[in-house]
Structures are given as structure tokens and as C-alpha cells.
């Protein structure tokens, strides 16, 4: 495009385009070529391309190439890094970002006093505390107290305001620190008592908050919110110390009731034991040991218990190693045979999916327990029922649940595993 000036200061310009020339005059505008060929128009291209590209290389050229930049890789952090698009406040220990020091350095003058500063910094917690932006404004406001200004009304203010930013956002332990601080700065100050007695009812502090709601109550007794403050502590509090002492009585009626079936067990003849027992000097178990040696691992959270009948139901573990599944059976009644539920697993055919030669059936399936202390097999007879097998002398429960090993008798894959195991015929 070429431009001059005319006499009459009208600016004469004249421009290309793909199709033609033109010439503005001032207010004139005349089409000086209402044509251009194919050729000329594919010369302009060719010619403008190269311009281009030349420019573009330029830019790439040995000592001119920006390496600071943007990339697929990091556009995000770098956008993160600008205060004008970052979207979440710095946090614990993070570096500030070259733009955002320089924005804090305009706003926050090095050159104005400690207090002058923390104010500052104060209005600014205000100011998002208004907008619901409790994270930047506990950030705003520790910056504040990070001055270690001298002013210490200022000082309860910050961590006072700092701790309602915290009790918004749920970090009732961190504002109830803060509001300890506030008062060791002034112990007559008002909101920092309120605040601290909200956080000891979210605490479940009760009885601290009776004595913060007095405290409160001796500076102002005629006020409203700290009086029915108080008597809802009060009321928490008494109905804090009744579920203690209820549940202190369940917990108690359920060690008992422990105790009683534990020692039906042993009068059963049955040996419990846990997988990290510890044993005291005179052999015996610690009694929290005994306790957990009935507890199972499974996630149901079944446990051995007494039936209507008087009869005991154990949580049982089938175990299939060949083909590495197992059964978890709630309720294994200690009057009930290996057989029966066997039957009820393996009774009709193509009934276990993981069995696809389909040799898990009841006349084949052979059952045997490890004892873990001598790594020795033995063979069960599934026409036997479960209380009498957990008599056996080298049978032990560990961690309340029996378990039991599954194979099919005659298979290669039984040969294999006997082979391999300490067999007692």
C-alpha cells in the first residue's frame, strides 16, 4: 500500500488486492486496474508467501529464537503464573510467580510502615471474605500476621477474621486457633469468644464451650447470641456425656458377651489363634489378642455367634487353589457337613463358571486343612461336620475364620499340590 499527502490534506492511498488496484483520493474512491490476469495474480501470491515465510524464518534465526514462551507442554502453568488469570491463591510454600510480586509490589508500597501494610493486607481478606473467596482471604490475612506488626487490636482482627475465613471453609481445628492467639492478644474481645465458641460446638467441645460462653457472659451478660449459645452447649453437653456413658455400656455388654462365646469356643474344644499373636510370659494370650482372634478380615464383618439353638455359626473360607478362587460362606453352622454345602455350590453342573471342564462335583471334590505351624496337610472326611473337624488337635481358627482347602480328588492338578505339601495320612 503507498500513501501520500495532497495538497488539500486529504490522505491519497493505494492499495492491491487479488482482483485489482484501487485509489482513494480523498473522498473519491477509483478502481485504477479492474482486472488482474491468472498469471499476476499467482505472482502476487507467490510473492506475498515468500514474504511471509522469509519474516517467519527471520524470527527463527540463529540468537533471535524465543525459548520463554508458551508451548502445548506448559501454557497452562504459564497462564497460572499471570495474575490476571490465575485462578486459585498460592499455596503453602509455593514460589510467587515474577507477575504477581510485581503486582504486590505496586499495590503493597515497601516504602509504607509494618502496620500500614497489614492493613492492607487485612482490607484485602475483607474483601474476599465479602466475595466468599475464604481461601484467598485466609491467604490475605496471613500475610497480615506474617508482618509481626506491633499494633495488637490489629493483630486480634487478622487472626479474628483469619479464623472466620477457616470456619467457613470447614477447618474448625485451624480457626479455633486462631481465635486462642486473638484472645492471648486481647482477652476481652468479643468476637473472637463467639467464634471460638462455635468452633468448640463443631469440635464437639462442649465443655469448652460452656466456659468460653461464660467468659463472654462476664464481659456482656445481656448478650442474646452468647446466652442462647450457652444453653445450647449446655444441652449438647449433657447429651454428649449420655451417649459416652451408653456406649461405654455397650462396649462393655459386647467385651462380656465376647468373653462368654470365647470361652464357649475353647469348652468346645476349639483352638483360636491370630495371625500377629503375641503371647505372654506364662504362654498364655494378652486379653485384647483373645478378643480379635474371633474377628474376621472379610469385609462383611461377619463373626462367629450363637444361634437361637445354642449352636455355633463360623464365617468359612473354601479356598480353590487351582484355579486361585475361593467361597466365603457367612454362616457355617458347626452341626452342618462339609457335603451339604458343597452340594449346594457344586450340585448342578456348569453351576461354577470358573469351572469349565466342569470336574467340580460333589463325588470328586476331596477337602483338607493346613495346619500353619508345621506347614502339614490334612484330609477331611466332607461327611463330617464342621464342629467336629475344628476339634481336631493340629486344627487352629486364625483371625475367626476357619478355612478350608478344595481339590478334586484323582487330578492331576491334586497330585501336584501334595506332591509339594507335607501330606499326613
Known amino acids: 500500500m503507498r500513501q501520500a499527502v495532497l495538497e488539500n490534506g ?19 474512491l477509483r478502481m485504477e486496474n479492474p482486472k488482474m490476469t491468472d498469471a499476476e495474480r499467482q505472482r502476487l501470491a507467490e510473492k506475498l508467501d515468500k514474504e511471509l515465510d522469509d519474516y517467519i524464518d527471520g524470527l527463527a534465526s540463529k540468537g533471535s529464537r524465543y525459548t520463554d514462551g508458551f508451548s502445548p507442554d506448559n501454557w497452562e502453568e504459564e497462564m497460572d503464573k499471570h495474575p490476571a488469570f490465575r485462578t486459585k491463591p498460592l499455596e503453602e510454600g509455593e514460589e510467587v510467580p515474577e507477575l504477581i510480586a ?32 475464604y481461601r484467598w482471604a485466609v491467604d490475605a490475612y496471613t500475610e497480615g500476621i506474617r508482618l509481626n506488626c506491633t499494633d495488637k487490636e490489629l493483630n486480634v482482627v487478622l487472626y479474628t477474621n483469619r479464623a472466620a475465613a477457616h470456619f467457613r471453609l470447614g477447618n474448625n481445628r485451624s480457626a479455633f486457633k486462631d481465635v486462642i492467639v486473638a484472645r492471648n492478644f486481647n482477652p476481652n474481645h468479643m468476637k473472637a469468644i463467639t467464634r471460638g465458641v462455635q468452633c468448640c460446638v463443631k469440635l464437639k ?37 449420655r451417649d459416652k456413658r451408653k456406649n461405654a455400656l455397650q462396649d462393655k455388654n459386647a467385651e462380656k458377651a465376647e468373653e462368654e462365646l470365647i470361652t464357649l469356643i475353647k469348652e468346645r474344644g ?30 462383611s464383618g461377619a463373626k462367629v455367634h450363637l444361634d437361637d439353638s445354642g449352636h455355633l455359626n463360623w464365617p468359612v473360607m473354601f479356598v480353590y487353589p487351582e484355579y486361585r478362587q475361593m467361597d466365603f460362606i457367612q454362616a457355617f453352622n458347626e452341626k452342618s457337613r462339609f457335603v451339604d454345602h458343597i452340594e449346594l455350590m457344586f450340585g448342578t453342573p456348569g453351576q461354577v463358571p470358573w469351572d469349565t471342564e466342569q470336574k467340580y462335583s460333589v463325588e470328586r471334590l476331596q477337602v483338607y486343612f493346613e495346619d500353619r505351624k508345621t506347614e502339614q496337610i490334612y484330609k477331611v472326611d466332607k461327611e463330617e461336620t464342621l464342629g467336629k473337624t475344628l476339634k481336631h488337635k493340629r486344627y487352629a481358627v486364625y483371625n475367626g475364620t ?15 499340590f501334595l506332591t509339594n505339601q507335607k501330606l499326613v495320612t
Open 10 to 28: 486529504w490522505m491519497d492511498f493505494q492499495f492491491a488486492t487479488t482482483e485489482c488496484f484501487y485509489t482513494i483520493t480523498g473522498k473519491e
Open 102 to 133: 510485581a503486582m504486590q509490589a505496586l499495590k503493597y508500597d515497601e516504602d509504607e510502615t509494618t502496620e500500614e501494610r497489614a492493613v492492607q493486607y487485612k482490607d484485602d481478606g475483607n474483601h474476599n471474605f465479602k466475595l466468599k473467596k
Open 205 to 241: 467441645l462442649f465443655a469448652e464451650a460452656v466456659k468460653w460462653c461464660a467468659d463472654g457472659l462476664q464481659l456482656s451478660s445481656n448478650d442474646t447470641q452468647l446466652k442462647e449459645m450457652q444453653q445450647t452447649a449446655i444441652k449438647l453437653q449433657k447429651e454428649d456425656e
Open 270 to 299: 476349639v483352638q483360636l489363634s491370630s495371625l500377629n499373636d503375641e503371647h505372654n510370659s506364662d504362654g498364655g494370650q494378652p486379653n485384647d489378642s483373645i478378643l480379635k482372634s474371633v474377628e474376621t478380615h472379610h469385609p
Open 402 to 416: 476357619p478355612s478350608f482347602i478344595l481339590l478334586v480328588e484323582g487330578s492331576n492338578y491334586e497330585k501336584y
